[in-house]
């Protein structure tokens, strides 16, 4: 079974620094990866998300993130966060042919003044 | 992108009463609804899956007589919480998909307060 493993519960950064916020996956099969956001008391937003084609993926709010097949691996980032960053964000992959899809334990990024 | 709406966003009801949460698409047919439920500053816990017209394949652990789903139509999914206790307290997101390769869009929450 695929399984999604967020490496740092929590992140703080400086308002315009770089952020990496790190996702690993374990699957035997072909994979679809994708970044979600979420605010306060809300639902999720998708960020961005990896089905096929260009490794690198560019999502909104200038966020990036790559997918790396040997490091299974999809980490997300962008090079200058800003104060409204601040969220709780979510990597979850679904499996080629499954309905589901398997989340992340979540990385909450805090953004600093 | 597609948009899911959920209502109520927040409810209160007392103890031993049942309650009853929509999740509707509103500009695509979502083959493939999901119910979740999110403790305070926790991952979602997928609690269900379901398909339009078919009986929700339930997550193992989760009371499928307590957690009623209806997927009544390709637009629709209802959760409803019968008999709510205080330790049903939460908040429940459902997300919707339009097929397998595609991404699941959510909904905005629903906050309930069982007292």
């Known amino acids: 079974a695929q399984s999604v493993t967020q490496l740092d519960s929590q992140v703080p950064v400086f308002e315009e620094a770089p952020v990496e916020l790190r996702c690993n996956y374990s699957s035997s099969v072909s994979v679809y990866l994708f970044w979600y956001v979420q605010y306060p008391n809300q639902g999720l937003q998708l960020l961005l998300k990896y089905l096929s084609g260009s490794t690198l993926v560019k999502g909104i709010n200038g966020f990036e993130a790559e997918f790396n097949k040997s490091q299974t691996s999809f980490h997300l980032r962008k090079p200058s966060v800003h104060i409204s960053d601040t969220a709780e964000y979510f990597c979850?992959?679904?499996?080629?042919?499954?309905?589901?899809?398997?989340f992340g334990q979540g990385t909450r990024l805090t953004i600093n003044p | 992108g597609a948009v899911v709406s959920q209502h109520p966003s927040w409810v209160i009801c007392k103890s031993g009463t049942s309650v009853k949460i929509e999740c509707r698409s509103l500009d695509f047919q979502a083959t493939t609804m999901f119910w979740y439920r999110q403790f305070p500053k926790q991952s979602l816990m997928l609690m269900a899956t379901s398909n339009e017209g078919s009986k929700a394949t339930y997550e193992q652990g989760v009371e499928k007589d307590k957690f009623l789903i209806n997927h009544a139509s390709l637009t629709l999914s209802t959760l409803t919480v019968t008999s709510a206790h205080p330790e049903d307290s939460s908040f429940y997101i459902c997300?919707?998909?339009?097929?397998?390769?595609?991404?699941?869009?959510f909904g905005q929450g629903t906050r309930l307060t069982v007292v």
């Open positions: 979850a992959v679904s499996v080629e042919g499954a309905q589901k899809l398997v």
């Open positions: 997300s919707a998909r339009q097929g397998f390769y595609t991404e699941a869009f």
